[in-house]
């Protein structure tokens, strides 16, 4: 069965200190997989996607195929970075829903 | 402008009554969604439509009927509301294989 696990419900560091948000996942095929955050009382906002490797507000997210992993990392934190982070699979073949980690809940302390 | 909008914001209902929630989208996106956001803020999908047509049903109650009037809306009816349909719903859209866009989401309150 396909499942997207995050395995921290709140992270909390300091403001400067590195982030890393773990992710892994079960899947039979090749998923795509997505990190998605959202900000106090908005909506989510795709913050990262792997097929683009690309980096969006510091953060980055590697694909490692072999640990079924796509941690999620920043190096220096920042307050505004504080929100809830969800991470993601989709299967094309599914109709493109999103099958949603239990989220990690980041906060950033000044 | 915004890309996916769904209305109300919040609904504050009693147990039993009926209840609509609306959804639209300008990104000329074919496939649309309902997702919902537990109190323990896990989101699970719940329906998919793909140009008007439902592709995804997950084993949700049939209290629940999205409708699909064009393929720019999706709208999430509720009958008799029970008090764990308190959640917040969130409706989608995306491209045939592409990026999903979301909607502010709908805090429903069954009292």
């Known amino acids: 069965a396909q499942r997207v696990t995050q395995p921290e419900k709140l992270l909390s560091v300091f403001k400067g200190a590195p982030v890393e948000l773990k992710c892994n996942y079960s899947?039979?095929?090749?998923?795509?997989l997505f990190w998605y955050v959202q900000y106090s009382r908005q909506r989510l906002q795709l913050l990262l996607r792997?097929?683009s490797r690309e980096s969006i507000k510091g953060f980055t997210a590697d694909l490692n195929k072999g640990e079924t992993s796509f941690h999620l990392k920043k190096p220096f934190a920042q307050e505004e970075d504080s929100a809830m982070y969800y991470c993601?699979?989709?299967?094309?073949?599914?109709?493109?829903?999103?099958?949603f980690g239990q989220g990690t809940e980041l906060s950033v302390k000044p | 402008d915004t890309a996916v909008s769904q209305t109300p914001k919040y609904l504050v209902t009693q147990m039993g009554n009926d209840k609509s929630i609306k959804c639209e989208q300008n990104?000329?996106?074919?496939?649309m969604y309902w997702y919902k956001q537990d109190s323990k803020k896990f989101l699970k999908i719940m329906f998919s439509?793909?140009?008007?047509?439902?592709?995804i049903n997950e084993t949700v109650p049939n209290r629940f009927s999205p409708k699909s009037p064009d393929k720019a809306h999706l709208n999430l009816h509720i009958n008799s509301l029970e008090l764990g349909d308190s959640a917040v719903y969130f409706c989608?859209?995306?491209?045939?294989?592409?990026?999903?866009?979301f909607g502010s989401g709908t805090q429903l309150s069954v009292l």
């Open positions: 989608a859209s995306s491209p045939v294989r592409g990026r999903v866009f």
């Open positions: 899947y039979s095929g090749s998923p795509e």
């Open positions: 792997h097929i």
């Open positions: 993601a699979l989709s299967y094309y073949n599914q109709g493109g829903k999103l099958i």
């Open positions: 990104l000329g996106h074919d496939t």
């Open positions: 439509y793909n140009n008007k047509e439902l592709i």
